[in-house]
Nanobody, 123 residues
Framework: QVQLVESGGGLVQAGGSLRLSCAAS????????VGWFRQVPGKEREIVSRIEWSGSNPLYIDSVKGRFTISRDNAKNTVYLQMNSLKPDDTAVYYCATSAGRYALTPPSYGYWGQGTQVTVSS
């Protein structure tokens, strides 16, 4: 079992920044990748970014490239999502999740999920 606790969401004006944190505990040796997803009501959950548990090979969807940065603090078993130049379209509930596989990109490939944190960007 892996436990994930997210934090860092909130309300910010367009152009502002937030940093989301995802603290992992439990059987972390089995983690292959950590992904950040987001979901708005009525839409499917989409992956935003993901990074290997080693901290390498970050990936981003096109709409956040150059604005979001994913990273891992090895000592704290925590993955961060630094979000800059936020836009109203970034408004969503953000979730972190883990997968044992290194190439997981879709929600069914992730087995453990955090509770989600709300990010609201006002125009």
């Amino acid at each position: 079992q892996v436990q994930l606790v997210e934090s860092g969401g909130g309300l910010v004006q367009a152009g502002g920044s937030l940093r989301l944190s995802c603290a992992a505990s439990g059987r972390t040796l089995g983690i292959g990748v950590v992904g950040w997803f987001r979901q708005v009501p009525g839409k499917e959950r989409e992956i935003v970014s993901r990074i290997e548990w080693s901290g390498s090979n970050p990936l981003y969807i096109d709409s956040v490239k150059g604005r979001f940065t994913i990273s891992r603090d090895n000592a704290k078993n925590t993955v961060y999502l630094q979000m800059n130049s936020l836009k109203p379209d970034d408004t969503a509930v953000y979730y972190c999740a883990t997968s044992a596989g290194r190439y997981a990109l879709t929600p069914p490939s992730y087995g453990y999920w955090g509770q989600g944190t709300q990010v609201t960007v006002s125009s």
